[in-house]
């Protein structure tokens, strides 16, 4: 590391409570609004061992295909949203594959993986572009999952 980035590194530090407390606050707000439709499998960020760093909103969607799921995202990807998959199975990376695992074998992970977005998530998100990815993503979901099912 160079004496600048760990000159960066420190100041981040210094700022990395307040980070925290702002993470913390999209996700309350996220989880309030997901939290009242059926279809929200919401993350789970604190347990009684553990406790997330806050730097992804990885929902999953329940009852829902990898196709539906990229559906979705395509929505809001047209909405000018950035998501994104974050937790790829490791037997999915070539390294794997050529070793002869297959996500087969893994049905746990496949799921997780095929329901999983990850939604924006950063210290100057503001309440407006917090309501427009919560309206946006339950429009894409229920567009998507009530239309394509029926």
Not at 35 to 54: D, G, I, V
Not at 85 to 99: E, W
Request: charged share 25%; aromatic share 14%.
């Amino acid at each position: 590391m160079t004496d600048i980035m760990a000159s960066i590194g420190q100041v981040e530090l210094e700022r990395y409570a307040e980070t925290l407390e702002r993470r913390k606050q999209i996700v309350a707000n996220y989880n309030e609004a997901f939290a009242k439709y059926p279809w929200a499998q919401l993350p789970e960020f604190k347990s009684n061992w553990r406790e997330s760093s806050y730097h992804l909103y990885p929902i999953r969607i329940k009852n829902c295909t990898e196709k539906q799921r990229d559906a979705i995202m395509q929505k809001m990807f047209d909405a000018d949203i950035a998501v994104n998959v974050h937790f790829i199975p490791v037997p999915m990376f070539s390294f794997y594959t050529k070793l002869g695992y297959s996500l087969q074998h893994y049905p746990k992970a496949k799921d997780n993986y095929e329901r999983e977005i990850s939604l924006p998530l950063f210290y100057n998100l503001t309440e407006e572009q917090q309501q427009y990815v919560i309206d946006n993503l339950i429009k894409a979901v229920n567009k998507t999952l009530y239309i394509t099912c029926n």
